[in-house]
C-alpha cells in the first residue's frame, strides 16, 4: 500500500501519509486534510502526475509555461471571448461607441488572422510572441487580414449594414494603433487568463504619418470667395478657433457663453476658453436665427458626424478639390495617398499663423487643447483671457477682408446691440423663432432687389 499512517508512541497519526519513487528520486509527505484511505489515494495521485510532469520538463522555459496556470491562478479564455471581457474591466476613461468599433475591428483582425494561420491556439493565454510579431508584419507587408470591412450603423433609428475593402497598406500610424489595441487586451486581462508575458510587448514601429500642411493667405482667400453652405461653418470656426473637426461639428449653444467658447476637447478632455472674435460673433448671429431651438450649433453637421464622419471630410476635400488645391500626396513606400490639406489643416493654420504674429506658445497651446494637465497649471496664469483677447484680435482673418484688430473697432458699437438681439432671440417661443427668421429673411430679399 502506497499511503499509510505512521504510528508513533501514542498510536497511529490522524491523517495519512504517502511515499512512492518517480525516475529515481523519492517522494514522501503528508496527505494534507486526508482522514480517509480513499481521499489518500487521490491525494498522492495528484502529487504523482505532478512529479511526472516535472519531470518531463527539458528545459525552464518548458517548465514555466506547463505551470504557468498554478503560477498565475488564470483561466482560459477563448479569442472569440476577450475583447467582451476586456471592455468589461474598469478603467479611467471610456471610450466612444465609435472608438470602441474601431478597437474590436482590430481585435476580431486579429483573431481572424490566429484562426486562418494557426489554427491549434484557441485561448489567449497560447499566444506567443512570435504569433504577434507574425501579426504586426502581416500588417506591415498586406495590411489588415481581413480585407472586406462589415459594419453597421445606424440612420433615422434604422440599422442599415456597410462594407468596404481596406487597403493594402497601412501608415505606421494606423499599425501602431492595432499594436496598441492588441497589447491593451492582452495587458487587461493577464492575470485573468494567466499570462506571464505580454506577447505585444515589444517596440512599436517608427511612425512614419505626414502632418496636414497649413493653408497658404492666398488659399484662404480663395476658399473664402467660393464658400458653400455646407463647408462656410466649418471654415469660419475652424480658422477663428483651431477646433478640431469633431469639436467644430458638435459644439453646443450653451458652450457658447459671454462672448467665449467654453468646452472640453472632444479627443483629450482638455478644457478650452477660447474668445469669439468680430468674424465669429457675426456669424454665431446669424447661425442661431438659422439653428433655432437646436442643440447644436450646425445641427446638420453634428448628425452626419455621428453616424458618417468621413462624411464631413469628403464633402471639405470635395470642395478643396473643386476649386484646383491638392488634398493628398503620395510618399515613398506607401500604397496609397495620404491626406494633406482637409479640416484638420484649419489647426495647422491657426498655429502657423499665430506663430508669424508672435503669440506666445502656452496661449497658443491653452487655446488648441495641446496642453497635458503639468503644463496647464504650469501656463495658467500666463495663458489667461486677457492674453488670448489680446493676442487672437492680431491675426489676419483671410476668409474676410481686413485684420481681426480692424474689425474689432469698427464693430464694437455694433457689438453689444447684436448681443442683446442674440440673447431676445434665444428667449423665444420655436414658433416665433421660425416668424422672426422669416421676417428677416425677407427684408434682406427687399433690400437686395
Request: with cysteine; net charge positive; charged share 25%.
Amino acid at each position: 500500500m502506497s499511503v499509510f499512517k505512521r504510528k508513533t508512541a501514542k498510536g497511529e497519526t490522524r491523517e495519512y501519509h504517502y511515499k512512492f519513487m518517480q525516475d529515481g528520486k523519492s517522494y514522501h509527505g503528508v496527505c494534507e486534510g486526508c482522514t480517509t484511505e480513499r481521499a489518500a489515494l487521490t491525494f498522492e495521485k495528484t502529487i504523482k502526475d505532478t512529479a511526472k510532469k516535472l519531470s518531463e520538463q527539458q528545459s525552464v522555459g518548458a517548465l514555466v509555461e506547463n505551470f504557468k496556470r498554478e503560477l498565475t491562478g488564470g483561466g482560459k479564455i477563448k479569442l472569440d471571448e476577450a475583447f467582451v471581457l476586456y471592455m468589461a474591466k474598469p478603467r479611467r476613461k471610456m471610450p466612444s461607441n465609435l472608438q470602441q468599433g474601431i478597437n474590436r475591428s482590430q481585435w476580431d483582425d486579429f483573431c481572424a488572422f490566429m484562426n486562418a494561420t494557426y489554427p491549434d491556439i484557441e485561448h489567449i493565454d497560447k499566444v506567443t510572441r512570435q504569433h504577434a510579431e507574425a501579426y504586426i508584419k502581416q500588417l506591415r507587408d498586406s495590411g489588415r487580414f481581413a480585407q472586406a470591412v462589415k459594419y453597421t450603423r445606424v440612420y433615422n433609428a434604422k440599422s442599415v449594414d456597410h462594407s468596404y475593402k481596406t487597403q493594402t497598406s497601412l501608415s505606421g500610424r494606423t499599425i501602431n494603433a492595432y499594436h496598441k489595441t492588441l497589447k491593451s487586451v492582452f495587458s487587461k486581462l493577464q492575470e485573468d487568463a494567466g499570462i506571464l508575458y505580454n506577447p505585444f510587448d515589444f517596440e512599436m514601429i517608427d511612425n512614419d504619418s505626414e502632418s496636414r500642411d497649413a493653408f497658404t493667405p492666398a488659399e484662404l482667400k480663395l476658399i473664402g470667395d467660393n464658400l458653400n453652405d455646407f463647408v462656410k461653418p466649418i471654415f469660419i470656426i475652424g480658422i477663428c478657433t483651431g477646433l478640431s473637426e469633431g469639436d467644430i461639428c458638435l459644439l453646443r449653444w450653451s458652450e457658447i457663453r459671454d462672448g467665449w467658447i467654453v468646452r472640453k476637447r472632444r479627443k483629450t478632455g482638455s478644457s478650452l476658453e477660447i474668445p469669439i472674435l468680430p468674424p465669429l460673433i457675426k456669424f454665431f448671429g446669424e447661425q442661431r436665427l438659422l439653428s433655432g431651438d437646436q442643440d447644436y450649433v450646425l445641427p446638420e453637421h453634428a448628425a452626419m458626424y455621428k453616424v458618417n464622419p468621413s462624411g464631413i471630410s469628403y464633402r471639405v476635400k470635395s470642395f478643396l478639390e473643386s476649386l484646383g488645391l491638392t488634398t493628398t500626396r503620395t510618399t515613398e513606400g506607401r500604397g496609397r495617398a495620404v491626406s494633406v490639406k482637409d479640416v484638420h489643416s484649419l489647426r495647422h493654420t491657426f498655429a502657423y499663423m499665430a506663430g508669424c504674429y508672435q503669440i506666445p506658445l502656452p496661449v497658443v497651446q491653452s487655446i488648441l487643447g495641446h496642453m497635458s494637465p503639468e503644463m496647464t497649471k504650469h501656463y495658467q496664469a500666463h495663458a489667461d483671457r486677457q492674453a488670448k483677447e489680446k493676442y487672437l484680435a492680431q491675426m489676419p482673418y483671410f476668409l474676410n477682408a481686413g485684420p481681426i484688430q480692424q474689425q474689432l473697432s469698427a464693430s464694437q458699437d455694433g457689438d453689444t446691440e447684436l448681443h442683446k438681439l442674440i440673447d431676445l432671440v434665444k428667449q423665444l417661443s420655436p414658433d416665433m423663432v421660425k416668424k422672426t427668421l422669416d421676417f428677416v429673411q425677407n427684408k434682406i430679399s427687399s433690400e437686395q432687389q
